[in-house]
């Protein structure tokens, strides 16, 4: 069926990143030299994440609309028990994918080995996936037009991804303000947080092995600022994901309520 074909073609997908992320990141040394290619990985993950689940939402409602509009003229079913069912159908795959893949890349490029290290990782990657997925409903209900809402889509991961703070942390001014509502900019410092304790030290293998300039040992707390993350700790981040989740549903809602 058709549905079969695109899982499978999914899991594919999923299994080759996986493959291609473990080949290139294999193993990362536990020294300072090897921070910015865990920060890479992490930043890599959040982005990857956000990109597959948000396009994944984004077929939910413009291939139904005309039979949407036609059933709820007839009052077959409410507009709400339909959305809230096709959101909730969508939930496993958007968990499944991403967690297979965050599972195996974990330990093949050598993430930080503790067992509360790992689940609070895939917890934040599953937290990522749902924020990324709504905002994929969201846009699919206001858009009602695959083609452009993919457009629409690509513009918004765009300026997320570049101001999240991986590739700069010296934002224009004019253009700073776009990370604070951009889910991978939270996801992202959540990530850096759990795989690089405060207190931790992280030691140089040589005078050119260091991070951003720092003198060795270099800290995890030293990690957290260079990335200039917008809280200093992992509670606020985790509430504003939440936030946003519940912002994104619930305006899907209404887009839908006002299009369909």
């Known amino acids: 069926s058709k549905g079969s074909t695109l899982t499978w073609l999914m899991l594919a997908q999923h299994l080759c990143i996986t493959l291609v992320a473990s080949i290139i990141w294999w193993q990362l040394r536990l020294g300072a030299g090897a921070i910015q290619d865990r920060l890479g990985i992490l930043f890599f993950f959040v982005i990857y994440t956000g990109f597959t689940s948000l396009f994944g939402a984004l077929t939910t409602f413009p291939a139904e609309r005309s ?49 509360g290290a790992f689940f609070t990782y895939i ?50 001014a004019v ?28 030691q140089c293998g040589s005078a050119n092995d260091g991070f951003s300039g720092f003198a060795c040992p270099v800290s995890g707390a030293q990690v957290h600022g260079a990335i200039l993350p917008p809280f200093d700790t992992s509670g606020p981040a985790v509430g504003v994901l939440l936030g946003m989740y519940v912002l994104y549903r619930t305006l899907g809602y209404v887009a839908l309520r006002s299009n369909a």
């Open 123 to 172: 917890g934040i990657i599953l937290l990522v996936s749902q924020v990324a997925q709504s905002l994929g409903v969201l846009v699919s209900a206001a858009v009602l037009d695959f083609q452009r809402s993919i457009t629409v889509s690509s513009v918004l991961m765009l300026g997320f991804m570049l101001t999240s703070g991986f590739y700069s942390t010296e934002i224009p």
């Open 67 to 115: 039979v949407l509009r036609r059933e709820r003229q007839s009052g077959a079913y409410r507009l709400s028990a339909y959305y809230f069912a096709k959101c909730a159908a969508d939930i496993p795959v958007s968990c499944v994918f991403p967690t297979l893949v965050a599972c195996i890349v974990y330990w093949t490029v050598g993430l930080r080995a503790d067992a």
């Open 175 to 202: 253009l700073s303000w776009i990370k604070f509502i951009g889910f991978p900019t939270y996801g992202y410092s959540l990530l850096v947080f759990n795989e690089f304790p405060a207190d931790a030290l992280y």
